[in-house]
Nanobody, 129 residues
Framework: QVQLVESGGGLVQPGGSLRLSCAASGVTLDDWAIAWFRQAPGREREGVSCITSRDGATHYSDSVKGRFTTSKDNAKNTVYLQLNSLKPEDTAVYYC??????????????????????WGQGTQVTVSS
């Protein structure tokens, strides 16, 4: 059974930083697309970043490019999202999601931010002074 567990959210001041973690269990992320999404109250869910576990190719939304960085630690079966230069509009619940490669390569799922078959429970990020 695949489980994704996010951690690292919290309250931070504008301009601050956080690092989110997404730990996977029940599967080895050997050839997967692992993405971060976020959803703010009253807004649609938005794809933020994605990384392919085999070659580390990354993809970012325009709203976070240059501020957020996603990385992976295959030994720990964990993907990270480093959030820098945070703004109040970054406030949202951040979700980790993953999809294995198969007929379609993980790069396909990253480039379109989905569809993703496995989701975590989310972690709250609040940016406020």
């Amino acid at each position: 059974q695949v489980q994704l567990v996010e951690s690292g959210g919290g309250l931070v001041q504008p301009g601050g930083s956080l690092r989110l973690s997404c730990a996977a269990s029940g599967v080895t992320l050997d050839d997967w697309a692992i993405a971060w999404f976020r959803q703010a109250p009253g807004r649609e869910r938005e794809g933020v970043s994605c990384i392919t576990s085999r070659d580390g190719a990354t993809h970012y939304s325009d709203s976070v490019k240059g501020r957020f960085t996603t990385s992976k630690d295959n030994a720990k079966n964990t993907v990270y999202l480093q959030l820098n230069s945070l703004k109040p509009e970054d406030t949202a619940v951040y979700y980790c999601a993953a999809q294995p490669g198969g007929f379609l390569r993980p790069h396909y799922y990253c480039s379109g931010f989905g569809p993703m078959g496995y989701w975590g429970q989310g972690t709250q990020v609040t940016v406020s002074s």
